[in-house]
């Protein structure tokens, strides 16, 4: 049989998939394509894993940085505090006090503190005041402080939002109080241990700090 003349479409078209040196066969091309789809998928999961985890490391780093920095302004405050020691038959002692209460905001602790200091800013004998506010459904802990000695315009911040419990505690006659009132125990409190609870993606932390008045000067 004589041969057939063969074009040069189909010459290019045998050499590509019937000649390894001729280029890729379609099924090399689609298996190629997969795995670069299946490589990009992957990549692109891990990044934004990676990018999920970073954000969550950051806020709750930040978190505990904030509670941290919070419990030690209240221990060097709590070690400045200063108590007028009251006449016989006065109740309290002038305009000096220390007292803290146990309260709750959606079941959750919110103790309330307040007394009297000498403060690391330096502006004298201040009195002080926290207290555990509603923030749209979430817990932030505030501060008061204004002088005690004069008409100075006294200020109030947020010290930590998000969190969630605020504790005041202390040991009195061996067991573990969460209320005082110096008016009515004529001292301050030998140990104080104050507590601040955050979530911790699903976990609960709780931090605390223990603080001692260190002036302890009764006049």
């Known amino acids: 049989m004589p041969g057939r003349i063969i074009s040069m479409a189909e010459e290019k078209e045998r050499r590509l998939f019937r000649d390894p040196s001729g280029g890729f066969t379609l099924i090399e091309l689609l298996i190629s394509l997969t795995i670069l789809i299946i490589v990009l998928a992957s990549v692109y999961a891990t990044f934004f894993t990676v990018q999920r985890a970073l954000e969550r490391f950051n806020?709750?780093?930040?978190?505990?940085?904030?509670?941290?920095?919070?419990?030690?302004?209240?221990?060097?405050?709590?070690?400045?505090?200063?108590?007028?020691?009251?006449?016989?038959?006065?109740?309290?002692?002038g305009y000096t006090y220390f007292s803290f209460k146990d309260k709750d905001i959606f079941g959750k602790p919110a103790s309330e503190l307040g007394f009297t200091a000498f403060t690391f800013r330096g502006s004298g004998l201040n009195t002080i005041f926290y207290r555990v506010e509603e923030d749209e459904k979430r817990m932030k802990l505030t501060k008061q402080e204004s002088s005690s000695?004069?008409?100075?315009?006294?200020?109030?911040?947020?010290?930590?939002?998000?969190?969630?419990?605020?504790?005041?505690?202390?040991?009195?006659?061996?067991?573990?109080?969460?209320?005082?009132?110096?008016?009515?125990?004529?001292?301050?409190?030998?140990?104080?241990?104050?507590?601040?609870?955050?979530?911790?993606?699903?976990?609960?932390?709780?931090l605390s700090e223990f603080a001692k008045p260190v002036i302890g000067l009764q006049l």
Do not use: C, H
Request: hydrophobic fraction near 35%; aromatic fraction near 8%.
């Open 59 to 93: 806020s709750v780093s930040l978190k505990y940085q904030e509670a941290r920095t919070a419990l030690d302004i209240i221990r060097r405050e709590i070690e400045g505090a200063f108590l007028e020691t009251p006449k016989k038959g006065e109740q309290g002692g």
């Open 149 to 206: 000695l004069g008409p100075v315009k006294g200020y109030s911040l947020d010290m930590i939002s998000g969190i969630e419990g605020f504790t005041v505690e202390t040991v009195f006659n061996g067991k573990t109080v969460k209320a005082w009132d110096s008016a009515e125990a004529g001292k301050l409190p030998d140990m104080i241990k104050v507590t601040i609870d955050f979530d911790d993606n699903g976990k609960r932390v709780s």
